[in-house]
């Protein structure tokens, strides 16, 4: 409900319509590749899903028995840079999807005949896919483009999904956690003072890095030694940075749960939107070794609430409900094959030419667990860098590394993140007076 109240509140476009650019090398390819896209539409309920609201009590999912996927050839885009000309008469930033009809997603191409292939752009909504979902995906159209569609096992239903969470919720259970969490936090985390939760995504900033191989492996070591995850060791440093940027030591920021957890059987298999965002609570005051012991602690609480709604969670705290409880989100994914680059072959005839993330918050990290490696993307408000922010990000989990392993007593927020420039920045320059 919250991604639809995003989309009806968005003046223009919508922060949840993404996005993967493709390229293909011949019109067959391309048919071929929507076939298998059909096909994978025809097998899951969720993508034969539209939302229907107007007229009703609360918003309804409805399922459609048969919703055949909108292609379309777009021609008069010139003949060089076709793809950017592509994006741009249909930029997500401007673009809505009629979410009252099924499927919730759309293949627009043309042909680019300087580089004697055909680019497209497959559009689709949040509301029906997260990050897993789009693995998922991805894997049944290899099969399903080899030729193996009959090796594929039987889909899992969302609906099963959704009955097992109607089955399990407990309001009262989610009051009582979030109160014993949040109830005496009554300022709330937003970095560069910024309070807008509510913004459609258009302008945001996007930077990647990779985490250098020996910090990686560093990260993997230590997180075993301490008896956490790798992502509770994310999550305090990714604290230390929200809590300098908000000038807080007492930090909330949003963190998103995979939701299936508690999905039923066969959920790690299942389409559909799974992913929920809720509070976390870190003391960057605390003795490092403890913060994250603390820190690992209250993830793994959350999970037995993960399906607890945001607004819930916010009501229990002492903020206002004027305000936001926190303005920075951390999503923490586990990604089992590298992410795939622009330009680099997904199947055959087929290439990848990235994609479009965007959020509501000014403030969002996302780190991609590879399996060895981790790779970092910040999403930043106009005004911030996000290259700068995804710097601050890795000298804080360098900090974080060296404190636990030489001095494990000593808090967090005592070590600067800051590089030598902003040093001199906000040592110097602002304070230099004429």
């Avoid at 005051?285 to 609430?305: F, I, K, W, Y």
Wanted: charged share 15%; glycine share 8%; net charge negative.
């Amino acid at each position: 409900q919250g991604i639809l109240y995003h989309h009806l509140s968005a003046e223009q476009g919508d922060p949840y319509l993404l996005q993967s650019r493709l390229a293909f090398d011949s019109p067959a390819r391309l048919q071929a590749w929507v076939a298998a896209l059909q096909q994978v539409i025809d097998r899951h309920d969720i993508l034969r899903t539209s939302v229907v609201w107007e007229g009703l009590a609360e918003p309804v999912q409805v399922v459609w028995r048969q919703a055949r996927l909108e292609v379309r050839e777009v021609t008069g885009l010139g003949e060089t840079a076709v793809l950017e000309a592509l994006q741009a008469r249909f930029d997500a930033r401007q673009q809505r999807l009629d979410l009252t009809q099924a499927p919730l997603l759309r293949l627009l191409f043309a042909e680019d005949r300087r580089h004697g292939e055909w680019v497209a752009l497959l559009q689709f909504h949040h509301l029906t896919l997260d990050h897993a979902a789009m693995a998922v995906i991805g894997e049944e159209l290899q099969v399903l483009l080899e030729g193996r569609g009959d090796t594929l096992p039987a889909a899992v239903p969302y609906r099963n999904y959704v009955a097992q969470v109607c089955l399990g919720e407990d309001q009262a259970g989610h009051e009582a956690f979030f109160r014993a969490q949040l109830g005496d936090v009554q300022v709330p985390t937003l970095p560069y003072g910024l309070a807008d939760v509510q913004g459609d995504g258009a302008a945001l900033e996007q930077a990647q890095l990779q985490l250098a191989p020996a910090q990686a492996q560093a990260v993997r070591e230590l997180a075993r030694q301490q008896g956490v995850s790798a992502a509770s060791l994310m999550h305090l440093a990714w604290a230390r940075v929200v809590g300098m940027l908000a000038g807080r030591q007492d930090v909330v920021f949003g963190t998103v749960l995979m939701g299936r957890l508690q999905g039923g059987e066969g959920a790690d298999r299942a389409l559909g939107m799974f992913i929920n965002t809720l509070p976390l609570r870190v003391d960057v005051a605390q003795p490092v070794a403890q913060a994250l012991h603390t820190t690992h602690q209250r993830l793994s609480a959350l999970l037995g609430h993960e399906h607890a709604p945001l607004a819930l969670a916010q009501r229990c705290s002492g903020v206002g409900v004027a305000a936001p409880l926190f303005s920075a989100l951390l999503n923490y994914r586990h990604s089992a094959d590298p992410v795939a680059r622009d330009g680099e072959g997904i199947w055959q005839g087929v290439r990848l030419l990235g994609g479009e993330e965007r959020s509501n918050y000014p403030l969002t990290l996302s780190v991609d667990d590879l399996g060895e490696g981790f790779s970092l993307s910040v999403l930043a408000a106009a005004g911030i860098s996000a290259a700068q922010v995804g710097g601050w990000m890795v000298n804080a989990l360098g900090q974080l590394l060296q404190a636990l392993q030489q001095a494990p007593e000593q808090t967090l927020h005592q070590s600067s993140v800051l590089d030598e420039a902003a040093l001199q920045q906000v040592l110097v320059d602002f304070n230099a007076t004429t």
